[in-house]
Structures are given as structure tokens and as C-alpha cells.
């Protein structure tokens, strides 16, 4: 894809280089978007600040809300299981999001998601930015549609080129895979299947590091 990466500068929020510490503690206090009103708080990445991979998710779900931490609920598990089972050791990686807050409409007394707008993910863009200033990965993962368009274009399509190496300046090497919670949404009978294709995508990220 000629145009990866464009849309997105590496500007960083404020002056000087940027410190994971302090994007994380300017973030907690965002407000340049709704969704603050209705998230239990910001969820900022986390992961080694030379972290050699970057994974790059949609946005915090419940359980990440309400502990403050990315990928530490169903889908979190899920990705562990597949970085494990692709043989990268998860202490090189750091995780985030393209949206900090979680977005939700209530369904009784459960929190169900809802994809984020295109305005949301611009209002979050500043600390993805930062983010991807600060670590520098050597390969950057985008886990799910969401992910995938807004660091590699709208017209990127994760059904159509997971798994392939895209020319972008956010890395040495750039790719896209499905989000872990795509798993858990699919039939039951189909999980191990979409769970090893996955951990394929998963295992061309692992062969760079090797």
C-alpha cells in the first residue's frame, strides 16, 4: 500500500521527546472526546519502554476499565495464549489501543461494546502518536479493522492482508492480524481454527525477532 501510514504524523503532545511516564499521566485528564463521561478511566498502554513489539488494539474493553490496564480481560487472555503459543515472550511487547476509553451501551446490568467512531479515534490519536514516538518498536501489530485503518488507511482490509508485511514509517516491519475478541465472538466449533490462524500471523512477527 502506497499511502500506509499517512494519515498519521509522529508529532508528539507537548515538547521534547517523549516520556511514556508523562504521555500517561497527561492522558488520565483527556477530555477531547465524550467518551471520558461514561469510562471508568483512561486505559494507557503498557509494556517495556524499548519494547521491540508493539501491538496495537481497538479500544479497552470492561474488565480493562475498570482495572486500568490493556488487555487484561477475556481478549487479553486470548492473546496471551497466542503470543505463548507463537513463542513471543509477552515482556517484549507493549500493548495499547487507538481509543484510551472504553466505549459502551448498557444491556441490563452488563457494559456491551461499541465500536469507536472515526472522531473518537482522532481525539485519541495525539497519545497513539506519542506512544509510537517513545517505544519505537521494530514491529508494529494493529489487532483488528479498527487498528489496522487507522494506522495503515481506511482502505486497509484485515480480512483481505493480515498476515502481510505493509511499508509504513510507524516501523521496520508493519502488519495487521484480527483482534483476539473476534475469537471469542465466533462460533464455538470454529475458535480453534480462527485461534490458529492467529497464532500463524502471530508466528511472522516472532521470526522477525528471532
Not at 480481560?73 to 503459543?85: K, T
Request: aromatic fraction near 4%; charged fraction near 30%; include cysteine.
Amino acid at each position: 500500500m502506497a499511502d500506509a501510514g499517512r494519515q498519521i504524523s509522529l508529532d508528539v503532545p507537548g515538547n521534547g521527546a517523549p516520556d511514556l511516564d508523562e504521555l500517561r499521566a497527561r492522558a488520565a485528564d483527556c477530555q477531547a472526546c465524550d467518551l471520558w463521561k461514561t469510562g471508568t478511566q483512561t486505559v494507557f498502554g503498557e509494556g517495556p519502554p524499548t519494547a521491540e513489539v508493539m501491538m496495537v488494539g481497538e479500544q479497552p474493553g470492561d474488565r480493562e476499565d475498570i482495572e486500568g490496564h490493556p488487555f487484561v480481560g477475556p481478549a487479553g487472555r486470548v492473546l496471551d495464549m497466542a503470543l505463548e503459543r507463537a513463542g513471543i515472550d509477552r515482556d517484549r511487547v507493549y500493548v495499547t489501543n487507538v481509543v484510551k476509553h472504553f466505549k459502551w451501551r448498557p444491556r441490563g446490568k452488563r457494559r456491551i461494546h461499541q465500536k469507536p467512531n472515526l472522531e473518537e479515534v482522532n481525539a485519541c490519536r495525539p497519545w497513539l502518536e506519542g506512544e509510537l514516538a517513545a517505544v519505537r518498536p521494530r514491529v508494529l501489530v494493529c489487532l483488528g479493522a479498527v487498528a489496522a485503518q487507522a494506522l495503515l488507511g481506511r482502505d486497509f482490509r484485515v480480512s483481505r492482508q493480515r498476515g502481510e508485511w505493509v511499508d509504513s514509517p510507524l516501523g521496520e516491519r508493519v502488519t495487521a492480524t484480527v483482534h483476539p475478541s473476534s475469537i471469542l465472538r465466533g462460533d464455538p466449533e470454529d475458535r480453534e481454527a480462527a485461534m490458529a490462524g492467529l497464532v500463524a500471523d502471530l508466528k511472522k512477527v516472532a521470526r522477525e525477532l528471532s
